[in-house]
């Protein structure tokens, strides 16, 4: 099917993606070369079969890369799936089996973290053996309103709050369908009378996802029926927050491994502070710094509490010196 001959509103909604990734993601992606993610869930199956139907009109080159986890039963009917797919949209297909038991380490990452991990290595892998600009991912309005309650519930501290980044250029990572909702994409795919693959581990209750997937976000869509909008207004707040201060931050040398915060730079309100600190903690890689940690170092500052040390997630360290703060790693023993 042809971009043209969906029903109107769905061939608009279609081409509004592009001006969402223009505008609210900063990245223009006509002419762009993209790696989709493809599982062959719903998600990325309505993102792949959007972005070729906008291929030809945007002049997108498209490949996909499937990963095969090997951990559910399912997973070699995936694989078979997403080659039959592919090959009857005619988009390049790249895929790999991922040994998740052999990566994991006692007292390391768990299975889940482990996959990730693993799968968004492949994906960069891909990305960069065909040049292509980015690796598109399915998340959409539901993943980005679990992923706000999630880090409102771990206790992130702000604008991480806001929830995940639409566009990474470091990770050359893009999501182009944050401003869709799941319903809108099933609804595409049923218009398409194209199949998908469920992922039965999406309903397992013992997941902190799925269990705000499954009880909490329906109570709050009963006081809220808009509320992933509402959220998307919280998530646009925390974009522009975030690049008023990467611009105010610039000057800042390199802080992959780490740097020293002299106290002309901390000689200022605590809001600027703390955003200072969230800065400099974020540009040393993963790892989500927590409201209480960054208010902990704050009062450490403060009360110039000399060689006081705070562990942030990522094996990231800040120490309160004498004439600064001392931003760098912890190496694991």
Not at 18 to 37: E, M, N, Q, T
Not at 84 to 107: K, N
Not at 148 to 159: D, N, Q, S
Not at 298 to 313: N, V
Request: net charge positive; with cysteine.
């Amino acid at each position: 099917m042809r971009l043209q001959d969906l029903p109107r509103p769905l061939a608009r909604r279609c081409l509004g993606l592009p001006h969402f990734c223009r505008d609210s993601l900063g990245v223009d992606i006509r002419g762009r070369s993209l790696v989709v993610a493809y599982s062959t869930g719903l998600d990325s199956t309505a993102l792949l079969h959007i972005l070729h139907l906008l291929s030809r009109p945007l002049g997108l080159t498209l490949a996909a890369a499937h990963a095969h986890h090997g951990l559910r039963p399912e997973s070699d009917e995936e694989l078979e799936h997403a080659r039959s797919t592919c090959s009857r949209l005619g988009v390049p297909l790249q895929t790999a089996r991922l040994d998740v038991p052999s990566a994991m380490r006692p007292g390391g990452p768990g299975q889940e973290e482990c996959a990730r991990n693993l799968r968004y290595a492949f994906l960069e892998s891909v990305r960069a053996g065909c040049g292509a600009d980015y690796v598109a991912t399915a998340h959409h309005a539901d993943d980005l309103a679990e992923d706000i309650l999630m880090r409102l519930v771990r206790g992130t501290g702000w604008p991480g709050l806001g929830g995940m980044t639409g566009a990474d250029p470091v990770r050359r990572l893009l999501r182009p369908l944050l401003d869709w909702e799941k319903n809108e994409l099933q609804s595409l795919l049923e218009t398409l009378g194209v199949p998908w693959r469920e992922d039965r581990s999406n309903a397992q209750a013992d997941r902190t996802r799925n269990r705000i997937r499954a009880d909490i976000l329906p109570l709050l869509r009963r006081e809220n029926p808009g509320l992933s909008k509402t959220l998307r207004q919280t998530w646009t707040l925390a974009r522009i927050d975030e690049d008023y201060w990467r611009q105010r931050l610039a000057h800042l040398p390199d802080r992959s491994d780490g740097i020293f915060i002299e106290s002309r730079l901390l000689d200022a309100h605590p809001a600027q502070r703390l955003r200072l600190y969230k800065h400099v903690l974020d540009d040393m890689g993963p790892g989500q710094a927590l409201a209480a940690h960054l208010l902990l170092l704050d009062r450490a500052w403060e009360g110039r509490k000399m060689g006081r040390r705070i562990q942030f997630p990522g094996d990231k360290v800040a120490c309160v010196e004498s004439g600064g703060i001392r931003f760098s790693r912890h190496e694991r023993i």
